[in-house]
């Protein structure tokens, strides 16, 4: 599904659609397939996130167990 924002139409299928003809449902179902994507674009960039700090407690973690280094004169 590909919609064109200079052109109000959408492709399904490989079949061009002019919005402005469409049903006020297909419109609905258009415009919450769009705020899904949004969601689930915004989802994965949490979950990026959430990866990278678990890393980074990870990390620190590992640096808190390590065994202290002595110092030979």
Known sequence: MR????????TINNVEYNISDLSDDAKYFINCIGNIDN????IKMNQ?????AREGFSQRLEQL???PVSEES
């Open 3 to 10: 919609v064109q924002s200079e052109n109000p139409t959408i």
């Open 48 to 52: 990026d996130t959430m990866n990278v």
């Open 65 to 67: 167990l390590e065994p």
């Open 39 to 42: 969601q689930l674009a915004q």
